[in-house]
């Protein structure tokens, strides 16, 4: 069944991923009709992608075409997670289904919608996320039908 999920939530990603304006966010329901989908992508064509639904939030991050996600979503995903730096800060956000993912998703989700510098790293690759129309697209997280732990 979570395999299901994830396959659905992977081709809702593609899908998303491409809708989305280099530099603007975007959401969209997932093909599943019970996940939504925020995404944002730079000019040079990385991405960051977040699933909200019935689990916990998760995030992946597409940097110089290379897959990142966390260790629930790694048969889609093949290259590891990454991190996100906020004022000098590093967060695991990509899983909200533990006590230390929940408070990093939710700070990032917060930075996100601030339009803080946020820099996503994932092995070597990074890029600085687009956080300029954020808020216009990211609710305020008790309105985002994200579940964090």
Partial sequence: MKSLSLALISAAFSTSA???????????MG????TMNYSVSDAKGNNLTIFCGKEPATMSAAINKN???PESMRSNYGKGDFVMIIDGKKLMPSDAGSNAGGDNFRYAWEAIRSGKKIVVKGGRNSMI????DAAKVLPPLQRSHCETW
């Avoid at 280099?22 to 969209?28: E, Q, T």
């Avoid at 093909?31 to 019970?34: S, Y």
């Fill in 18 to 28: 491409l809708a989305a304006q280099p530099g603007h966010w975007s959401s969209a």
């Fill in 31 to 34: 093909m599943d009709g019970q």
């Fill in 67 to 69: 897959e990142y996600a």
């Fill in 129 to 132: 996320l687009p956080v300029e």
